[in-house]
């Protein structure tokens, strides 16, 4: 009997021993999540035709409200739909201090952790709407460690089975502001990369899952997941593949980049792939008619000391083979860009992938405001401004297309309810039905 216990106390010191203390994800400390998922594959899904209600009327409504969900404000927005045509607004639910909280405290539910609005208290969570963004269910908590930094959402769904994967990044409070990892400051932690993924629709999610060793080269510092939703792609080469977009810092000399990554079974194993040139911030891409895929980038412009100059406009890249290498990275000059996230996504013509491309971004040289959707039909050489959905402030944004030809979007926007206008006030949807698609967007 003694030596029995001596050996359960020696396998529960072993165990102590190897959680550590590297990551303290939730409110256990030590629980390493691990990196491979044990869950089978679900089951192919049959094609499903969908339809939305069209009223020759655009669909407008508010998804997320500051002060609203037990949760000050809300931020970072990504869009999907799955294959039942629910379609799946993610977002960062934070309980960290808004620009506009000081002087309206009484009009939110819970005091901010920390003292700015990128750190702290955040989680991940989803809405979903099964009559096309008219009304929105109420919110699930996909991820809430504590006050610890769940963001960066990126969202997207395997056609062959439906699964959901959701890929995020995590910073450990109060040590994971970007500046942190810049400067090498951050106490030794590092940004993490995650996943989890729905078999039921968006309803329930899995555990959490940490590919960083996997995702992330030792001397990256600042690490950043979309945020918008990811693509699978239709042609060769590589067809089926599953990519997510990113964006990183090498530690050795702060430059920034956009990266991918991607899966070729299902999701099952996951691997980095290329990156762009210096340059790259928050990324989305898209898949174009020959099968290469299109990068469009928020730029990062940089004087002789290292310092942030105004972007201007936005940057994009072409990859021929699946997203393991980059051409060079091309400015566009019809895209203008205070230096804000933004999102692509092609436009099919007859349920093929076509050369009309859809962007959505703060359409402003200096200022996060005036959202738009821009349009291409040469496959993003050229763009054109058709659509002004938001005149006001307004900053992070996805878009994506619906089976029945919608085009919707989802976006930051604000205009003033808590003072000054402010766009971090509410997140808003906003889809062009097929009916409408001639007037608004000339398709």
Avoid at 159 to 170: K, N, V
Avoid at 233 to 253: E, V
Avoid at 406 to 415: F, P
Wanted: aromatic share 10%.
């Amino acid at each position: 009997m003694k030596h029995r216990l001596l050996y359960i106390l020696l396998i529960f010191s072993i165990l102590c021993a190897a959680c550590g203390d590297d990551l303290k994800f939730g409110p256990n400390p030590g629980f390493v999540i691990p990196e491979e998922p044990a869950e089978d594959d679900p089951k192919e899904d049959d094609d499903l035709e969908i339809s939305y209600p069209d009223n020759r009327e655009i669909v407008e409504s508010i998804v997320y409200e500051a002060g609203k969900d037990s949760h000050i404000y809300f931020r970072i927005p990504a869009l999907t739909v799955t294959k039942k045509g629910t379609i799946l607004a993610f977002c960062e639910a934070r309980n960290t201090k808004a620009d506009f909280y000081e002087g309206n405290e009484e009009k939110f539910p819970v005091v901010p952790v920390g003292s700015t609005k990128d750190l702290g208290d955040i989680d991940l969570a989803v809405k979903r709407s099964t009559d096309g963004g008219k009304t929105w269910d109420n919110m699930i908590t996909v991820v809430d460690d504590y006050n610890n930094t769940c963001g960066n959402p990126a969202p997207v769904v395997v056609e062959s089975t439906g699964r959901i994967y959701l890929f995020w990044c995590w910073g450990r409070y109060p040590n994971q502001l970007e500046s942190k990892f810049v400067s090498s400051t951050s106490d030794g932690h590092t940004r993490r990369v995650f996943y989890c993924y729905s078999d039921d629709d968006g309803q329930t999610w899995s555990t959490q899952y940490d590919l960083t060793s996997r995702l992330k080269k030792g001397d990256w510092s600042w690490y950043a997941t979309g945020p918008c939703h990811g693509i699978q792609k239709q042609l060769a080469p590589q067809k089926g593949r599953i990519i997510i977009s990113a964006n990183h810092r090498d530690n050795g000399n702060k430059d920034n980049y956009s990266h991918i990554i991607y899966s070729d079974d299902n999701g099952s194993t996951w691997q980095l792939g290329g990156r762009t040139e210096i340059g790259g911030n928050e990324s989305s891409l898209t898949e174009l008619a020959d099968g290469s895929l299109l990068i469009n980038m928020r730029r990062v412009v940089k004087d002789t000391n290292g310092n942030d100059l105004p972007s201007e406009y936005r940057t994009s890249a072409i990859s021929k083979d699946g997203g393991i290498t980059w051409g060079k990275s091309v400015v566009n000059q019809d895209l203008i860009d205070p230096g804000c996230q933004g999102a692509i996504v092609n436009y099919p013509i007859n349920k093929s992938l076509s050369n009309t491309l859809l962007l959505s971004n703060a359409h402003h040289s200096s200022s996060r405001s005036n959202l738009c959707i821009s349009k291409s039909v040469d496959s993003g050489i050229s763009w054109t401004t058709p659509l002004v959905i938001w005149s006001g402030r307004a900053a992070y944004s996805d878009i994506i297309t619906l089976q029945d030809g919608s085009v919707c979007v989802i976006y930051e926007n604000g205009s003033g309810k808590f003072g000054k206008a402010n766009p971090n006030e509410q997140i808003s949807f906003y889809r062009v039905p097929p009916s409408l698609l001639g007037d608004k967007l000339n398709l």
